[in-house]
């Protein structure tokens, strides 16, 4: 990454780190820079997050290591990730009208993981996310093994996960990138 996309990329994240201090409360912008600064393929992951929509924030600190999480906190499943199947192997077995790729390919190409139901929950818990979206999850192997995938979102108050085949894939239904620096 260049250093004028570096500076551009690192005001982006610090304004919204600054924005939104109830997603990592006692927890210094100065502290992540160091941490951004001195990782390289971080930024190049937080960039590909940024460039799809993502808008990523720190939603977590280690106060052992100093790793911070970063996560997508756009309201909304990023635009940029939406009309996915669950993976390659989904993608490979639909016959006709295939999707434009798989959420776990994308994400691997950015550098991400998928949020479990676990991290999606806690997310969820510092705001309202996906009101109008959903997001594929990181799916149990037994679930997979069964051609199913799970997937979250927001409706009525609550946060709901629910199952569908592999090889679905809807508009509104992306996925949330999840990093650890």
Known sequence: MKKPEQ???????????EQNPHRHPDLQWPDVQARLESNPAA?????AMETTGGEPDVIGHDKHTGRVT????????????RSLCYDRAAL???KENKPRGSALELA??????????????????????????????????DVRS??????????????????NGVQSYYAARGFRGVLGV
């Open 7 to 17: 500076k551009s990329l690192l005001q982006t994240l610090k304004s919204r780190f």
């Open 43 to 47: 930024l190049k992951t937080l960039q």
């Open 70 to 81: 970063f996560c997508d906190c756009a309201k909304e499943t990023p635009t940029g990730r």
């Open 92 to 94: 490979d077995a639909r």
């Open 108 to 141: 691997e190409e950015m550098g991400v993981a998928l949020l479990t139901e676990d991290q999606y929950r806690e997310l969820q818990a510092l705001e309202a996310f996906d009101l109008k979206t959903s997001s594929w999850l990181a799916t149990p192997a």
């Open 146 to 163: 069964l051609e199913g995938a799970i997937f979250g979102d927001r409706r009525y108050g609550r946060v709901f996960v629910y199952h």
